[in-house]
């Protein structure tokens, strides 16, 4: 059944006796479903697929106070009733790595089939205030970390708005704002932060002892650190690679856990070499993990200290690969000095499709968007398009990997790089009894990405229904208007 076919229907009383549907029975996992049971919301007849227990198979879902409360073979009964023939159940994808966090980001991002997002590299200074501002206001959950970025700009008084254009970038610590800064970091921890935000790169004067101490308070919290690389590129001393030797050696001598984020835009070419490097650590038994966006663009501020000098030699690339998101107009060495001077976004053309499908296809990378910050006309399409893009154009067009294996990468495998320090994250990721309601429904055949770089703005299609805590936030494949069921994704807060 296609999705748009899909129906879904509340019932009264009397319609609820002949709401019983019969699922094709194939062996699994199942729960013991007590007799007469009605559940608030059933999934009728869809093919779940769970990469925690390996399940696979047509099952019918009864959720009930925002949680899973019965997966089945058999019929169930609902007061509503999603039937979900011939379409994937999934664990709502989780993006660790999601700059865009305002209504308008949330419905992109849910259309998209997202049920949690998240800012993890940037992060922010001030945690209460950042979970007040989206806390019975949210078509999905957030969630936050504390973030060196923000942190070292409140400290050195840092002019730039998102990221550093002043001290922040290009001025050494002094010892006293290093005892500042550890101290804003760890009030951010005892306020519930999910993780360490850290981009080395855009904090370029920040010495290789100010990144370890860093590392030391993420570690007292059990934070993963969420690092953008000091270098990206290729050319010696200024490698991704050398920059992965800077916060695996602060990983192993502290013992924070270590998140690489966006690993192609660090990369480029030499991305096999770095994930090789990430996996030789898990098979040392470090605890790093790392995450692409499947896109062979970055984007980022064209005034940040990314593009100081060298910027050319360090990514290989010139001013016509970088495009000003505002018009979608190509750089020239004029334009890009204006355009330096004012200020915006910039979307680079740098990474090789051949680095791109090779860290999608990898098991051990995570799908994370790096969605940009503003809803401009011509911003990044990874924040509107990241998850069908893997799913239609990689996972069915291209083949590139199988549909289980994608779906552990935004599912579960994000829950457990948190959940050591925030264990909400043991009921995401996965559909078992007990687990949150965060389920997206989808159709394999149909699903994919719109957003293009020519117009950013378009939905992902396919995806059919997203539940959030239970709540329908995507219906027949539309937004549904006036539910905001999202909630926080919080470590515990300490006094
Ligand atoms: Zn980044």
């Known amino acids: 059944m296609s999705w748009k076919s899909c129906g879904f229907r509340r019932v009264g009383v009397a319609g609820i006796v002949a709401l019983v549907v019969y699922a094709t029975v194939l062996p699994g996992r199942l729960s013991r479903v007590p007799a007469g049971e009605v559940y608030e919301l059933v999934i009728a007849s869809g093919r779940v697929m769970d990469p925690e227990s390996g399940l696979d198979a047509v099952r019918n879902i009864g959720v009930r106070a925002g949680k899973v409360s019965a997966i089945s073979a058999e019929g169930l009964s609902g007061k509503a009733v999603i039937d979900a023939k011939g379409l994937v159940v999934a664990p709502g994808f989780i993006d660790l790595h999601e700059h865009g966090q305002q209504p308008r980001n949330y419905q992109f991002q849910a259309r998209d089939g997202v049920t949690t997002s998240l800012e993890l590299e940037v992060g922010t200074d001030d945690v209460p205030k950042w979970y007040a501002a989206r806390e019975g206001k949210s078509l999905i959950n957030f969630g936050v970390s504390v973030g060196h970025i923000p942190v070292r700009m409140k400290v050195l008084h840092d002019p730039g708005t998102f990221l550093p254009t002043g001290d922040a970038a290009h001025r050494a610590a002094t010892p006293g704002e290093l005892a500042e800064m550890s101290q804003e970091m760890e009030k ?5 932060a999910l993780a360490e935000g850290m981009g080395v790169n855009y904090t370029a004067a920040a010495t290789h002892s100010e990144i370890v101490d860093m590392f030391k308070i993420a570690a007292k919290y059990r934070a993963s650190v969420h690092v953008h690389l000091r270098y990206a590129g290729m050319k010696e001393p200024t490698t991704g690679l050398a920059a992965l030797e800077e916060v695996l050696a602060a990983a192993v001598a502290t013992g924070a856990p270590l998140h690489v984020v966006h690993i192609t835009s660090m990369g480029l070419r030499y991305t096999p070499d770095l994930i090789a490097m990430v996996e030789g650590a898990q098979r040392h038994g470090l605890d790093v993990t790392t995450e692409c966006y499947p896109y062979t663009a970055g984007s980022t501020s064209l005034e940040s200290a990314v593009f100081d000098a060298g910027w050319q030699e360090g990514m290989g690339i010139t001013y016509k690969d970088l495009q000003w998101a505002e018009t979608g107009e190509r750089l020239t060495a004029e334009t890009f000095e204006k355009y330096r001077k004012q200020g915006g976004v ?8 051949e680095a791109a499908r090779t860290a999608v296809a990898n098991p051990i990378v995570m799908i994370a968007s790096d969605g940009t910050w503003t809803v401009g006309p011509k911003v990044h399409p990874r924040g509107q398009g990241s998850f069908a893009r893997v799913l239609g154009h990689y996972v069915r067009d291209e083949k590139a990997l199988d549909l289980m294996t994608a779906l552990r990468k935004m599912t579960l495998m994000p829950a457990r790089r948190l959940e050591k320090r ?9 559909i078992r009894v007990g687990s949150d309601a965060d389920i997206t429904i989808f159709d394999p055949t149909r699903i994919i990405d719109k957003a293009t770089y020519e117009e950013p703005l ?3 299609e396919g995806i059919a229904f997203v539940l959030v805590n239970g709540v329908p936030v995507v219906k027949d494949g539309q937004l549904v208007d006036g539910v905001l069921p999202g909630r926080a994704a919080r470590a515990p807060i300490l006094q």
Do not use: C
């Open 188 to 192: 951010g921890f005892r306020q519930g």
């Open 422 to 430: 925030a264990p909400v994250f043991k009921d995401k990721g996965r």
């Open 346 to 353: 910039v979307v680079i053309h740098s990474i090789p499709e």
């Open 458 to 460: 378009q939905y992902s």
